[in-house]
């Protein structure tokens, strides 16, 4: 849940911007900028706001907003991926915001933030430190302000290594500070890639469906999201998804509807056309197996799909189950099309750092050749970013028999909670951190104090440039090693400082974060 302070929202040295923080309209705000399309960044924005400024997003985020939320669409500036606009600030500075792939939900953006160095409070503290006399140097002073706002964000490879981004650094400078999701910012949350998680929620249908051929499928979700995850078990046991007309409406503007992978409940046609198609699969099955079975189309109704799409966080799940299972029936005969539900929680809140699979319980031997089989296959996808398609669906098939189900209903409702997370893993959130090396971070998640803040900080202060930032100590007291007086200084020891770590700078860090980055 993003921290609702507007120390957070305002966007520091860019005077009247203002990010995920509809709340916040007093006179003064001249932009707001929107991450994405999540209840927790949209507080504040509702079919009668009236600004008192256009906000700007994606063009996903955008056609959800006019078309889902009804906010009307002059107040809207959609901005493409990787593009850039111009928007002055409250001081009359042009700047220039680029928005940038969050790899979130559809339509989710990190922006970056930047503006020519001018006569704000801190270039006006630094002009007067000069009159003064007192040595302020800035490495960067030719290079613009700068500040990139994640939003909320899975900074895997693509992210981490996004070519617009560097060039934008390389072009711009460095980023002096950096609004960060810490949603997941403790060292116990390092879950799986998410083609892993998938790979592994894919291995659980199929063996589910073998356990009984009469199951349907609910996968959590929220109103956006989640999107890779239901695809994953509906390509699995080789279904359609069904999902109500809301839903339907959101997936064709986020661009991910389908017509061979959803299927719209409400649409009576297309349910009666799914519905005929699959009566004609199930009498081509029967014909074939044997002409004196008892299985025939008529004592087994074919469901026109085995999987829907549930909201996260509605109400009790086996009841839930219980209910569709009973609710699930051929309109002609009555008859239910299911035996069995199973659900699939995915959240990278259901994480945890030691499983015991299945086997250990009948065999400890077969256990521990099963977790070293599958210790190797997490250490070769480590972080799963330079892992191959086939090496994830090996990790994920691994790894399914360590999730134990949540089973009530005599066995026939089953809940699997599963590490699928559109959020960054402490893991990836260091070595964001690590390779953008920003002179600042302020957390945007589980930040509502000074010790929530502090705590969060602690993880990135080595990986930080703190030298740059003229709040902290370490601005004016810097080591000669750290700031040779001329460059010749570096160049007499035949290789740049900053070509190797300087394992100094790490003394008393972090020993979690330390491990992360290792």
């Known amino acids: 849940?993003?921290?609702?302070?507007?120390?957070?929202?305002?966007?520091?040295?860019?005077?009247?911007?203002?990010?995920?923080?509809?709340?916040?309209?007093?006179?003064?705000?001249?932009?707001?900028?929107?991450?994405?399309?999540?209840?927790?960044?949209?507080?504040?924005?509702?079919?009668?706001?009236?600004?008192?400024?256009?906000?700007?997003?994606?063009?996903?985020?955008?056609?959800?907003?006019?078309?889902?939320?009804?906010?009307?669409?002059?107040?809207?500036?959609?901005?493409?991926?990787?593009?850039?606009?111009?928007?002055?600030?409250?001081?009359?500075?042009?700047?220039?915001?680029t928005f940038l792939d969050a790899n979130h939900c559809p339509g989710s953006a990190t922006i970056h933030f930047r503006r020519r160095r001018g006569a704000d409070d801190e270039d006006a503290r630094t002009n007067t430190e000069k009159r003064k006399g007192v040595e302020t140097r800035e490495e960067?002073?030719?290079?613009?302000?700068?500040?990139?706002?994640?939003?909320?964000?899975?900074?895997?490879?693509?992210?981490?290594?996004?070519?617009?981004?560097?060039?934008?650094?390389?072009?711009?400078?460095?980023?002096?500070?950096?609004?960060?999701?810490?949603?997941?910012?403790?060292?116990?949350?390092?879950?799986?890639?998410?083609?892993?998680?998938?790979?592994?929620?894919?291995?659980?249908?199929?063996?589910?469906?073998?356990?009984?051929?009469?199951?349907?499928?609910?996968v959590g979700s929220y109103s956006i999201g989640k999107e890779r995850a239901v695809k994953a078990v509906a390509n699995a046991v080789r279904s359609r998804v069904g999902v109500g007309w809301h839903r339907a409406r959101t997936l064709k503007l986020t661009g991910w509807w389908d017509e061979n992978l959803f299927l719209c409940e409400d649409d009576e046609r297309a349910v009666a056309e799914a519905a005929e198609a699959a009566e004609d699969k199930s009498r081509a099955r029967a014909g074939g197996v044997s002409a004196s079975s008892s299985v025939s189309p008529s004592n087994t109704p074919a469901p026109p799909f085995r999987v829907r799409v549930s909201p996260m966080g509605g109400g009790p799940p086996h009841e839930n189950m219980a209910r569709a299972l009973r609710e699930s029936r051929d309109p002609e005969t009555g008859a239910p099309y299911f035996k069995a539900a199973v659900?699939?929680?995915?959240?990278?809140?259901?994480?945890?750092?030691?499983?015991?699979?299945?086997?250990?319980?009948?065999?400890?031997?077969?256990?521990?050749?099963?977790?070293?089989?599958?210790?190797?296959?997490?250490?070769?996808?480590?972080?799963?970013?330079?892992?191959?398609?086939?090496?994830?669906?090996?990790?994920?098939?691994?790894?399914?028999?360590?999730?134990?189900?949540?089973?009530?209903?005599?066995?026939?409702?089953?809940?699997?909670?599963?590490?699928?997370?559109?959020h960054s893993s402490f893991d990836e959130l260091t070595a964001f951190v690590s390779r953008v090396k920003p002179v600042r971070i302020t957390p945007t998640v589980n930040a509502q104090t000074d010790a929530e803040r502090e705590k969060i900080l602690r993880h990135f202060q080595h990986l930080t440039d703190?030298?740059?930032?003229?709040?902290?100590?370490?601005?004016?007291?810097?080591?000669?090693?750290?700031?040779?007086?001329?460059?010749?200084?570096?160049?007499?020891?035949?290789?740049?400082?900053?070509?190797?770590?300087?394992?100094?700078r790490l003394e008393g860090a972090d020993p979690d974060t330390l491990a992360a980055l290792r």
């Open 466 to 504: 703190a030298s740059r930032d003229r709040n902290r100590l370490e601005h004016y007291f810097r080591s000669a090693r750290k700031y040779p007086d001329d460059e010749t200084e570096g160049a007499s020891k035949g290789k740049n400082e900053e070509d190797e770590p300087d394992e100094r």
């Open 140 to 218: 960067h002073e030719e290079n613009d302000v700068v500040a990139l706002h994640t939003g909320d964000f899975r900074a895997a490879r693509c992210v981490r290594e996004d070519p617009k981004l560097h060039a934008l650094i390389r072009d711009h400078g460095p980023i002096g500070e950096l609004y960060l999701d810490t949603t997941y910012c403790d060292p116990r949350w390092r879950f799986p890639d998410r083609k892993r998680a998938c790979a592994a929620m894919a291995e659980i249908a199929r063996a589910e469906l073998r356990r009984e051929p009469r199951t349907l499928f609910l």
């Open 1 to 97: 849940m993003a921290t609702q302070l507007g120390s957070i929202k305002r966007v520091r040295r860019f005077p009247g911007f203002v990010v995920d923080g509809f709340n916040y309209q007093s006179p003064d705000v001249v932009a707001y900028f929107l991450t994405h399309f999540h209840a927790d960044h949209t507080c504040g924005l509702h079919a009668g706001f009236k600004g008192p400024a256009p906000i700007y997003c994606t063009a996903v985020t955008a056609a959800l907003l006019t078309n889902v939320m009804g906010v009307k669409p002059s107040l809207v500036c959609a901005v493409a991926l990787n593009d850039t606009v111009q928007v002055q600030t409250a001081d009359g500075a042009n700047a220039f915001v």
């Open 343 to 422: 659900s699939f929680r995915p959240t990278g809140w259901s994480y945890r750092s030691e499983r015991k699979t299945k086997d250990e319980k009948d065999d400890g031997d077969v256990e521990r050749d099963e977790t070293r089989r599958e210790a190797r296959l997490r250490d070769a996808v480590d972080q799963g970013s330079d892992a191959s398609d086939d090496e994830h669906e090996r990790a994920g098939a691994a790894s399914a028999s360590s999730y134990a189900p949540w089973v009530e209903n005599d066995g026939a409702t089953r809940v699997y909670a599963v590490p699928y997370s559109e």
